[in-house]
């Protein structure tokens, strides 16, 4: 699939109909003990937002959109990826992934090119000091997107940029947008 295709009408008129729609739902809906609809939906808006952003980001780069759909899209697509960012320890998976990916690296390198100075203790040492510095830099990075998803995924708020969403892309498929109502 093209870029121009995925860009065209009429998929940012869907990808707002769902996001929409999901926060909507979530924004109903909350943390209820009683089902595990809220829980789906969740895990849907994690994806629906990471496509979102995605869409977003290739409707400024390509397409020809009106801003308020770019707007809608990116910050909408941002909330529903926050909404199930938060519930995963990102900095510490990614930190130990890459700590421990170059520590057997190293184990690699030293064996195959008969490295006496890299011992199994160096390299622990090293992989220890790369995990600690990319956790204490994730760990920043992660906390200030919760920060940020925080405040953007409080239940009314996602009702109303659902609301939002649902009328952009009612609009578009009408041929105009919030900003082109707007003046």
Known sequence: MAIEELIASPVPEIALLVGGSLAIIIGILGNSKKTRLDEVAIVLAFFV??????LAILEIAYGDV?????IVLGILGFTLFSRGFKKIKW???ISILIAGGIGLLLNHLATTFSLEFLSLTVILII???IFIVLFLILKAIETTVRLAGAVVSFRPIMFVGGLLAVLEAVLLFMGTSISGLLG
């Open 66 to 70: 009106p801003i308020s759909t770019v």
């Open 127 to 129: 992989a220890f000091v």
């Open 91 to 93: 900095a510490f998976i």
């Open 49 to 54: 937002g990471i496509f979102m952003i995605a």
